[in-house]
Structure formats: C-alpha cells, structure tokens
C-alpha cells in the first residue's frame, strides 16, 4: 500500500479525487481530496459540467419548441386548405384543374424540347453518315 506524500511513514487510505496523489486520515480533505485547492478544481470541473448538462437542455427545448411550431403551421396550413375547399368547393375545383393544366403543358413543353433535340441530334447523325459517304467515295 503507498504512503501518504505529506507523511511518508503513514499508510495512504485513500488517493485525491482530482489528482490521485495517496493520502493519508489525516490530509483527507472533504472526504476525498489532498487539498483545498484540489477540491475547488474538482468543484469547478463539476460546475462546469453541470452547465454544459443545462445548456444542451435548454438547447433541446429549444429545437422541441421549433418543431411544435412548425407542425402547428403546416397544420394551420392543411386546415386553411380545407376550410377553402369546404367554402368553396367550385373554386378549389377551377384551382385544381388550372394546376393540372400548368403541369401537362410543361409537360408538353418539355417533350417538345426533347423532339427538338432528337431531331437535331438525327440530322447530325445523317450530316456525319453523308460526311463519311463522300469520304468513302474519296477513297474508291
Ligand atoms: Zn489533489
Ligand atoms: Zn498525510
């Protein structure tokens, strides 16, 4: 068993909380340190952690709380929805078309862009094939 630093001819019970250095009966402070400044150190630590434990609740709550509100407007949002096609129900039905009818026609719009460039690649395709008609010839 090691001996107590500040009494070298007694037997440590103990080492420091903080800095581990063997102790004896006599030199224990608080229970558990070498020292007074030993025990402020472990305190402090201690504090500190105790903070940090506080702010990430809060932060937590915190992120809780956002949630709730956005779940509250998304749902203010759904029943605002609702609401307007339950009062207007013709209405929500005109919206309803003229949004499908934006969709098909860039729809269309887009497919028209897509023949645009067939067509174009096509006739690269054939200037290429002619290309190499006339290279063929060249070479007979
Ligand atoms: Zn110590
Ligand atoms: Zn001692």
Same mark, same amino acid.
């Given at each position: 068993?090691?001996?107590? $630093?500040?009494? +070298?001819?007694?037997?440590?019970?103990?080492?420091?909380?903080?800095?581990?250095?063997?102790?004896?009966?006599?030199?224990?402070?608080?229970?558990?340190?070498?020292?007074?400044?030993?025990?402020?150190?472990?305190?402090?630590?201690?504090?500190? +952690?105790?903070?940090?434990?506080?702010?990430?609740?809060?932060?937590?709550?915190?992120?809780?709380?956002?949630? +709730?509100?956005?779940? $509250?407007?998304?749902?203010?949002?759904?029943?605002?929805?609702?609401?307007?096609?339950?009062?207007?129900?013709?209405?929500?039905?005109?919206?309803?078309?003229?949004?499908?009818?934006?969709?098909?026609?860039?729809?269309?719009?887009?497919?028209?862009?897509?023949?645009?460039?067939?067509?174009? +690649?096509?006739?690269? $395709?054939?200037?290429?094939?002619?290309?190499?008609?006339?290279?063929?010839? $060249?070479?007979?």
């Amino acid at each position: 068993m090691a001996v107590c $630093l500040n009494h +070298t001819d007694t037997p440590a019970v103990t080492s420091c909380a903080a800095c581990g250095k063997p102790i004896c009966e006599k030199c224990v402070v608080a229970g558990a340190y070498c020292s007074a400044e030993c025990q402020a150190k472990a305190d402090l630590a201690a504090g500190r +952690t105790h903070q940090m434990m506080e702010g990430k609740a809060r932060t937590d709550k915190k992120n809780k709380a956002l949630k +709730t509100v956005i779940f $509250l407007i998304l749902l203010a949002a759904a029943a605002a929805g609702a609401y307007y096609y339950m009062q207007n129900p013709k209405k929500a039905k005109n919206h309803f078309n003229e949004l499908s009818g934006t969709v098909k026609n860039a729809g269309k719009a887009v497919g028209k862009r897509v023949d645009e460039a067939k067509e174009r +690649t096509n006739k690269r $395709l054939n200037q290429d094939s002619r290309y190499k008609k006339n290279a063929e010839k $060249l070479v007979k």
